[in-house]
């Protein structure tokens, strides 16, 4: 079970989730949002670590992609909906503790926190209004991926759903932090327990920027087949990695890069033959197939065309067993030549469809 878990990690760590296609440009547009004026920016609140983000994720664009990082700061007086969309979202929990004085003795204690979840409905609410957001006009080949920080001169602990400092959803990066000093965790290492900085968000939420924009999951999760259902294993959760509280390090270890750039192939793959099932279903709505439309000259230029796909995938297929994912990247991106070539054939039959209508009588 050890080889099998320590193999599986190393050559095909799982993936979060594929990029919905491949984007030649990434653009994290990092909204910083402090609780105090900008006439003292950044003199109590602690400091967002985006240079470090940026190290770190820009270096993850594989060949013919970028990856940039657009920082925006603003303030709770100044962004009023985004006070609006903090001050909605704060809740409080109670809970019995024990004040110290004997074991049978407790005391109510009362917890402020964030619901991300509302958070993330009252920022939709104003989207196109926060600073840095609505401003930019991103192209169909541009991802933009928001990531919203609230940086809290409070020395009140204050958290995302009780227990997280970044929480990523499907189109936004949640992210909070204070001046609260460290907090004790439930998890434990060697019999010590583990310290959250509450000041230092940084490595939360690139974890949660990595989830959602480039598909890495956390080595301490992976998929069982047998059950269905995503499983957690805290062997290698102290790996260089920004996931979970047992590692302290921000950069990735090879094997998570690699799952970044085979999460960008993935995609690639499935633009590919998504064209091709379209390329399938072209004549459709007439009720013929491909093979019955197309006359003979330009079915055995579709056909060539086809079988150079083929050898193109299968090239791509290979390179990206042996771990080579330039090479694997030059055969996807040289396919788009075929699907357009297959593409211009059946464009040139349908021009030559002409419509007869006969009555019988």
Known sequence: ALAMRTSQLLLAPPIAS???????????????????????????APPVATEELAAVLEPLASAGQQVVLER?????????????????????????????????????????????AELRHWLQHFWLQLPGVGQHR????????????????????TLLDR??????????VLAVQSRAGHAQLHEQCAGEPRLLDAADATRA????????????SSPSTTWSEAHEAV????????????????????????????AVSRAALYA????????????????REFDVTIDEMLSAADHLVFLRRLNLLSSKLQHARSYLTLHNFDS?????????????????????????????????H
């Open 18 to 44: 594929r990029p919905p296609r491949f984007y030649e440009r990434i653009r994290l547009a990092v909204l910083v949002v402090t609780d105090h004026g900008a006439a003292v920016h950044n003199q109590h």
């Open 72 to 116: 925006v700061d603003t303030s709770l007086e100044e962004c009023l909906l985004c006070a609006a969309a903090y001050t909605a979202s704060l809740k409080e929990h109670t809970s019995a503790v024990t004040d110290g004085s004997s074991p049978a003795s407790m005391a109510i204690q009362t917890q402020s926190y964030v619901d991300s």
């Open 138 to 157: 991103h192209s169909t080949s541009e991802r933009l991926l928001p990531v919203v920080v609230y940086s809290l001169s409070s020395p009140s602990l």
């Open 163 to 172: 227990t997280q400092q970044a929480v990523a959803f499907d189109d936004v």
């Open 205 to 216: 939420t690139l974890a949660a920027v990595l989830q959602l924009g480039f598909g890495v």
């Open 231 to 258: 499983e957690h294993d805290l062997l290698w959760a102290d790996v260089r990695t920004p996931f979970g509280p047992f590692s302290a390090h921000t950069q990735l270890s090879f094997a998570q890069r690699d």
């Open 268 to 283: 690639r793959f499935e633009e590919v033959l998504r064209e091709v099932r379209q390329l399938h279903q072209h004549f």
């Open 328 to 360: 694997a990247q030059y055969f996807m991106h040289s396919s788009q030549h075929e699907l357009r070539a297959m593409r211009a054939v059946l464009n040139r039959t349908s021009h030559a469809v002409l419509s007869h209508v006969h009555c019988p």
